[in-house]
Every structure is written in C-alpha cells, then in structure tokens.
C-alpha cells in the first residue's frame, strides 16, 4: 500500500490516514525532525544525543526500530557494544527503556 501511494518515506499509520480519512502523508524524517524539536524540554544532552541516534535509524529503516526488541542492538551500536556505558550515560535499566518508549509520543503528536 505504501508504494502504491508513494508514501515509502511515511510510516502505515499514516498510508492508513490518508486512505481513511484524506490526510496528506507525513514522512518519517518530518516526524523525527518534529520530535527533535522537543527533546530540549523533557530529556537531557545525553539522551537528546541517544534519542537523535533513535531517530536517524527511524529514518533511514522505518517503524520497526522503534520496536523494544531494538533498544539493546540500539543501545550496543550506539555504545560500541558497552551496555554499562549506555547505561552510565542514560540512568538505570528501567529508565533507560522508559525514555526509548517515551519519547516516541512526539513522533505522532499532532504537530507532525
């Protein structure tokens, strides 16, 4: 379907929009640059640098990086295969995965 409509760059949820109800596609890197925009008000430098690393795999491979099967290969690429270095950086387990979900929000918050 995303093909067809030439919405490859845009995630099902939106293909699904614009058959539903007409909504022009929103691509993923405007999703992404949307949600980059708030990150200054809720997460901190180093999670800012994380979550932009999030997004630019987002981007470039689509919806399923942001799956919670992800966060751990997310977590050893970013950190060159280092989990207490990631964790260092970011705060305990429990926090670490609370911020890969929570920040999702902004991608398909209104403003995108």
Do not use: C, W
């Not at 929103?26 to 980059?36: H, K, L, P, Y």
């Amino acid at each position: 379907m995303q093909r067809i409509l030439e919405a490859e760059a845009s995630d099902l949820f939106d293909v699904l929009a614009h058959v539903a109800y007409a909504k022009a596609p929103v691509t993923r890197e405007v999703r992404a640059n949307s949600a980059r925009a708030q990150f200054g008000l809720a997460f901190n430098y180093k999670q800012q640098q994380f979550l932009d690393f999030v997004l630019q795999h987002y981007v470039a491979v689509g919806v399923e990086e942001l799956d919670p099967d992800k966060l751990t290969p997310l977590l050893q690429l970013r950190y060159h295969n280092s989990i207490s270095d990631a964790l260092a950086e970011l705060g305990q387990a429990a926090q670490v995965r609370e911020l890969f979900a929570g920040f999702q929000k902004y991608l398909y918050m209104q403003s995108a």
